[in-house]
């Protein structure tokens, strides 16, 4: 019963590096989010994912991106790592869009340096 | 833009006490306001509100929502070392099929519950 399972956990990069954020869930759902979390400012949505092949800027899109190949899976890339972008970052998944309570991944914690 | 501003920011309270968390909002449109529990890891989900006045109720947590004044309170009774975490307030507008069930979030209430 995984539920939504985020990869890796912990990463520390330097400035300038790339590196990409796996989200899998195994309960079929269509819609994916990505999700930063940052002390004082909640969780900000930054890109989602309505069905496979499709993805949607969110709130705070800029220096990432997304892919959304298999249903299952949905991709969280930054391909130029910044100070900026140290967070918990945090994937989810609905059912639809039917205002279905979203399910969260544990997080990834990233730092870079 | 959206706004979501959820008080106090943070609580520390005893076992036994009883606990109130405010959420206010502003949306264009809104559908629905979700409650969730963010303990040391991912959010887990505690109500969907989406009609004033009717009490959502699991346990010693209860919810309401009052779309007149645009607000939630989400209650915590006869409190347990447990009920320690972050309480996520966040609201969703009335979209297209196209645009998903998008969440803006406030920034939380820590509360912390002592023995």
């Known amino acids: 019963n995984a539920g939504v399972t985020q990869t890796p956990k912990f990463r520390v990069l330097k400035t300038g590096q790339s590196m990409t954020l796996l989200c899998a869930q195994d309960?079929?759902?269509?819609?994916m989010y990505w999700y930063r979390q940052d002390p004082g400012m909640g969780l900000r949505l930054i890109h989602y994912?309505?069905?496979?092949?499709?993805?949607a800027k969110g709130e705070v899109p800029d220096g990432y991106n997304v892919s959304r190949l298999k249903k299952q899976n949905f991709l969280l890339g930054l391909e130029s790592a910044a100070p900026s972008q140290t967070s918990v970052y945090f994937c989810?998944?609905?059912?639809?869009?039917?205002?279905?309570?979203?399910?969260f991944g544990d997080g990834t914690r990233l730092s870079i340096l | 833009e959206d706004k979501v501003v959820q008080s106090p920011l943070s609580l520390v309270v005893h076992e036994g006490d009883t606990v109130t968390l405010n959420c206010s909002y502003e949306?264009?449109?809104?559908?629905?306001l979700l409650w969730y529990k963010q303990e040391k890891k991912a959010p887990t989900f505690l109500f969907m509100l989406?009609?004033?006045?009717i009490e959502k109720k699991s346990g010693r947590l209860s919810s309401i929502l009052d779309k007149k004044e645009l607000f939630s309170i989400l209650n915590i009774t006869a409190t347990q070392t447990g009920d320690s975490a972050i309480y996520l307030c966040?609201?969703?507008?009335?979209?297209?099929?196209?645009?998903?069930?998008?969440?803006?979030f406030g920034e939380g209430t820590q509360l912390t519950v002592n023995p």
């Open positions: 966040a609201v969703t507008r009335m979209r297209s099929e196209t645009s998903g069930s998008r969440l803006t």
């Open positions: 949306v264009t449109n809104f559908r629905s």
């Open positions: 989810a998944s609905s059912y639809g869009p039917s205002y279905q309570p979203q399910h």
């Open positions: 309960m079929n759902h269509e819609y």
């Open positions: 994912s309505v069905g496979e092949g499709t993805t």
């Open positions: 989406t009609s004033s006045g």
